[in-house]
């Protein structure tokens, strides 16, 4: 099947790219790495009228620490994050999830940004930043609002985004006492969308971060961690699971409580940052 037509705008600035969405309304679709937007026009799921080419404006590009955090442009490809030494430094976590996701063509040209406003359920990057404790950055032509991830994931393919704003950044507060963390995913084969995934942040005074992810319909930050039992029972009173098109309910259940056990009991992190 081949996409519906539709017209091309690239804008040069993010100003440009607010008066498109501005004038073509629910038409206009953002472009950023394509990775799952193409796709998705190709099998027709998605027909935007006008497509906005923002994967090369520079307001969305680069990774610098500010004000005690590290600030990622929502335009970072997968690829650059991964070789980024101040990704390596302060957040090991994306370093070793990264390689989970698809394949290097899709990590070469797939962005963060374009993974947070996806919002699939089975991504990766959003469980991540959830569990890093990281704020989204949107801006609009009226000007810009930081939204904790707590708040921006709101079901499958769901986000806070409003009509005509844009993802520029996302923001990574950095920890005072040195910060650990882990992942570990259940995929059928290297590279396949998890059947159920986990990260785990924690610090030395004891506050962990445990985030399931493939599970239900947005990463859910579960409570109790450190506390291998209280996160346990958690996942049994609290989590809402829902089934995906392989894996039903009951599966991704006794998975989430597999990587329970297995992020929160071993005892030495080996990932600090
Ligand atoms: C074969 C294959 C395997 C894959 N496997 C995985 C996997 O295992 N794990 C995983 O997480 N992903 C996987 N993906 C998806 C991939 O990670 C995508 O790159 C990612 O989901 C979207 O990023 P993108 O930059 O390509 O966004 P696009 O496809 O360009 O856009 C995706 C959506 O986000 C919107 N958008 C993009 N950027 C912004 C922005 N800055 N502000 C507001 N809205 C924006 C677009 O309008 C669109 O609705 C796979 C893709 C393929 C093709």
Do not use: W
């Not at 040069?12 to 969405?21: I, Q, V």
């Not at 027709?44 to 004000?67: C, F, K, N, T, Y």
Request: glycine share 8%.
């Amino acid at each position: 099947m081949r996409a519906a037509p539709f017209a091309y705008l690239r804008p040069d600035s993010l100003e440009e790219a607010f008066e498109a969405l501005a004038q073509f309304g629910d038409e206009a679709q953002l472009l950023a790495g394509g990775q799952s937007l193409m796709p998705a026009m190709a099998l027709r799921m998605a027909r935007p009228g006008v497509l906005v080419d923002i994967s090369r404006l520079a307001a969305l590009r680069g990774i610098a620490l500010e004000e005690g955090a590290l600030v990622l442009g929502a335009g970072t490809t997968y690829a650059e994050a991964l070789r980024a030494p101040l990704v390596a430094t302060h957040t090991p976590l994306l370093v070793e999830a990264i390689p989970h996701i698809a394949h290097e063509a899709v990590r070469s040209r797939g962005t963060l940004g374009g993974s947070l406003a996806n919002a699939d359920p089975a991504s990766e990057m959003p469980a991540c930043m959830l569990a890093l404790g990281a704020q989204v950055v949107l801006r609009s032509a009226e000007g810009e609002r930081a939204v904790s991830m707590e708040e921006f994931a709101l079901g499958t393919y769901t986000t806070a985004i409003e009509p005509g704003e844009i993802l520029a950044a996302i923001r990574i507060p950095l920890p005072e006492s040195p910060r650990r963390s882990r992942f570990r995913e259940i995929a059928r084969r290297s590279g396949d969308y998890a059947m159920a995934g986990a990260a785990l942040v924690s610090d030395e005074a004891g506050e962990a971060r445990f985030v399931l992810f493939a599970v239900s319909d947005r990463p859910i930050l579960v409570p109790g961690a450190p506390d291998v039992d209280a996160v346990l029972a958690a996942i049994d009173a609290e989590v809402e699971f829902f089934p995906d098109n392989h894996v039903g309910i009951s599966t991704k259940r006794h998975l989430a409580g597999v990587l329970a056990r297995d992020l929160l009991s071993r005892s030495a992190p080996k990932e600090a940052a």
